[in-house]
C-alpha cells in the first residue's frame, strides 16, 4: 500500500523532534536475486539514505550527526539491543559507510529498485555485504533477526 498522509513539512517537524527515530517498515529489498520481490514503497530502498539527503543536506532539519544518531544510538537502546548502535570493541561491526555531500535515494512509486547515490561499503556483522551498488559475499548471510535484550 501505497499513503499520501504525510506532508514534508511535517515529515521534517517529525524529524527534528529530540524524541524521533529513524526506522523503515519497507522490508529487506535488493536490485536482484531472491530480495527482489513485488512493488514495493520507495523508501524500502531509500529510507535512510532519504533523510540524509533531503532532511540533512538539503532541507538541513537536522545536523548529520543528529540523523546518525536518530538511525543507529537512539534506535539500539530503545529496542534494546546492547550490541548495536554504536561503533565501539566488542559490538556487532553494522556500518554504512557513506559520502554526506552525495548521498540521496533514488527509488520512485514507479522504479522502486534503485539503491541509493553515495553509500560506497555496507558492512553487516563485520562482513562487506555491499560495494559501490554490488552485493558482497551472498553465501556469508551475515544478517541476522535481532531480538531486544531483557
Sequence with gaps: MVGFAMSEE????????????????????????PAHDGHPHPRALGTFPRVLGKYVREDKVLTLQQAIHKMSGATA??????????LKKDYAADVVVFNPDAVIDRATYAQPYQYPDGIGVVIVNGKVALRDGQRQDTDSRSGIALRPSV
Excluded at 77 to 86: E, V
Aim: with cysteine; charged share 20%; glycine share 14%.
Design 10 to 33: 511535517n515529515v521534517g517537524r517529525f524529524l527534528a523532534h529530540p524524541l524521533c527515530m529513524v526506522c523503515s517498515d519497507g522490508g529487506a529489498y535488493a536490485i536482484e536475486g
Design 77 to 86: 537502546a530503545r529496542l534494546k539491543l546492547t550490541d548495536r548502535g554504536q
